[in-house]
């Protein structure tokens, strides 16, 4: 039987003070022990009636401190007996029974509340049935957990140890009347990806599930002087892929943009050429992509024309196409999308950020359609000399057969600079169905918060991350035991790495969760990260398969200690015991963004 929590009531701030009287002395609203050992045990009852049963006895009505059912006793009048320095009304003491659950069905959703009405001190605690377990809907770890049989003896015993046990069955249907407050339920229907990997949903997958990684050294002559010279790259020009005019107008991200935005919106059933083609009204679809800088290269570039030629080398496109906006007003443009283009600038939360606020934007009816994700193009030798400078990158080479970034590695030294876009279609249910498109999973939720701790290193206790992971399961109506699997942000750094795991521990306790992280195969891809991860996100839920961690040879002992189970070597089917998938993005100066998604 579980232990009751303290109350919020300010009644049992007053102190009980046992003390002993005879029984002939105790009247209507004494609290009641029916020892000197129960009531240190706190086992209070409240005396309801007193009636003479002879001239020597008197029968005592008694019922638990905070409700329960009535119990006589006769006891002789000169008998001593144990009551507390404060009375109660007995009116305002209800009259409660436990549920009898023996032959009760017991579902997921199901709810069971335990009071230990004894205790003057005492609250409610509720238990709620997930996976064919009971957990407290506070949280907690597998040490927490019961069983169907335990909470069927807790009914059965209940009024013999003065708790009562109520059951809330899960509702067999939404009850008609308004609308739920959370709004619409959001899916994911298509997909679409520009990584190292490749062009494409399918390199992107192929590579994760083999191992494969795109990580590669840095030729060209701009970046000869630079200490660090590799980087996760695009292996084909995107602008090759795009109509000549139209790619000359975009900067490189705005590039990866497009190309992912195209392959998610054919992916998920509509017609190419945008939304007059697929017969959508393009005020009712948005755009929400992240990004850091978007294509840093563009400002750079005017600038070194500015002092070789003068103000008349400068292109009059310089400013549009510098702008990290840029990626979300193309897609709008190419896909011609008029109910919002929205850019979310959070560091490296960007993409998941921008990915959560397009749910909400669903959910509460401000759209019906929206492409989100993220895209970067930050390869550039300012950006890597930077980074260098910080003493963040990988000083790994690419001479071996391990990738050079490590995520939760003992030998991990650093990220690795990356490029990319990453973006999903996502939709209101309702829509998705009525045109019959495949659904590869819901966009339940998301969480965000803020670790307020520096501009660029993390908060080593996790807690800041811990917040948004907890945020992210709450919005999705679930509970942490839902969660079967995390695409960690993991980007190979010795502190992030590390507090990313704590934040784990913290939230799952030691129940092991598999984790995977794909800066291994990916490189850091800055805003884009987000988006690239959540597509792996919905494919690992769709495949019911989790791919490896690269580049994690062997686990770092601190992270190991903390329970956190890294998939390394080779995919992993995807445990059945839950339905949720988290995708974590952190980013300097504290950015915390998770994404929940939800098997269908």
């Known amino acids: 039987m579980p232990t009751s929590t303290p109350s919020s009531n300010p009644t049992p701030e007053v102190p009980v003070r046992p003390h002993v009287v005879s029984a002939a002395e105790v009247v209507p609203g004494d609290l009641l022990a029916r020892s000197p050992e129960e009531a240190e045990l706190s086992r209070w009852y409240v005396v309801v009636h007193t009636v003479p049963e002879s001239p020597e006895t008197i029968r005592l009505t008694c019922r638990p401190v905070l409700g329960g059912t009535d119990r006589e006793r006769v006891v002789a009048r000169e008998e001593r007996v144990t009551v507390g320095s404060r009375r109660v009304d007995p009116g305002s003491v209800p009259l409660l029974e436990s549920d009898l659950l023996e032959d009760v069905p017991l579902r997921d959703g199901d709810r069971v509340s335990v009071l230990r009405a004894v205790d003057p ?110 980087a996760g790259t695009v292996p084909v020009d995107p602008a090759s892929l795009l109509d000549r005019t139209a790619a000359r107008r975009m900067n490189r991200a705005a590039q990866f943009a497009v190309l992912a935005a195209r392959e998610a919106w054919g992916d998920a059933g509509f017609e190419a050429g945008g939304t007059e083609a697929a017969g959508l009204d393009p005020a009712r679809v948005g755009v929400s992509l992240g990004a850091i800088l978007g294509d840093a290269s563009v400002l750079v570039g005017g600038d070194r024309r500015l002092r070789e030629r003068g103000p008349r080398g400068v292109s009059p496109l310089t400013t549009p196409m510098t702008v990290p906006s840029q990626a979300a007003s193309q897609v709008s443009l190419d896909l011609h999308i008029t109910g919002e283009a929205r850019t979310v600038t959070a560091a490296c939360a960007s993409g998941t950020e921008a990915i959560g606020e397009a749910i909400d934007r669903i959910r509460y009816g401000r759209v019906d359609v929206a492409l989100a994700g993220g895209a970067e193009a930050v390869v550039t030798p300012a950006i890597m000399a930077s980074f260098a400078a910080m003493r963040a990158l ?81 919005d999705a109506g679930g509970h942490p035991v839902d969660v079967v699997h995390v695409n960690a942000h993991a980007t190979a750094t010795t502190e992030g790495d590390l507090a990313e795991a704590t934040a784990l521990r913290g939230v799952f306790g030691e129940r092991p969760v598999p984790v995977t992280a794909l800066k291994g195969h990916l490189g850091h891809l800055q805003g884009a990260a987000g988006g690239v991860e959540a597509v792996a996100a919905a494919l690992t839920l769709h495949h019911r398969l989790m791919p490896p961690t690269v580049g994690c040879a062997e686990v770092d002992a601190a992270i190991r200690e903390l329970g956190t189970e890294v998939v390394t070597g080779a995919p992993r089917e995807l445990p059945d015991d839950g339905d949720l998938v988290l995708s974590n993005s952190f980013g300097f100066g504290g950015h915390n963004a998770v994404l929940a998604l939800r098997r269908v």
């Open 121 to 230: 001190g005492a609250e409610e605690e509720t238990y709620v049935r997930r996976w064919g377990v009971w957990r407290p809907t506070t949280g907690g770890d597998d040490r927490s957990a019961v069983s169907d049989a335990q909470v069927r003896d807790w009914a059965r015993t209940a009024e013999d140890v003065g708790v009562v046990v109520r059951h809330l069955p899960r509702p067999a249907a939404e009850p008609a009347g308004p609308a739920v407050p959370r709004g619409r339920r959001v899916v994911v229907t298509g997909l679409g990806a520009v990584t190292p990997l490749g062009v494409g949903v399918g390199e992107l997958w192929r590579g994760l599930l083999e191992g494969r990684h795109g990580i590669r050294e840095l030729t060209g002559p701009e970046f000869e002087e630079l200490p660090v010279r590799v």
């Open 394 to 474: 990988s000083q790994h080479g690419v001479d071996g057969e391990q990738s050079p970034s490590r995520p939760f590695a003992e030998d991990r030294d650093g990220f690795v600079n990356g490029e990319g876009a990453g973006v999903l279609v996502l939709e209101a249910e309702e829509h998705a169905r009525a045109r019959g498109a495949r659904i590869y999973c819901e966009a339940a939720g998301w969480g965000l918060s803020a670790d307020a701790h520096h501009m660029a290193a993390p908060d080593p206790t996790g807690s800041g991350v811990a917040r948004a992971l907890r945020q992210a399961v709450q």
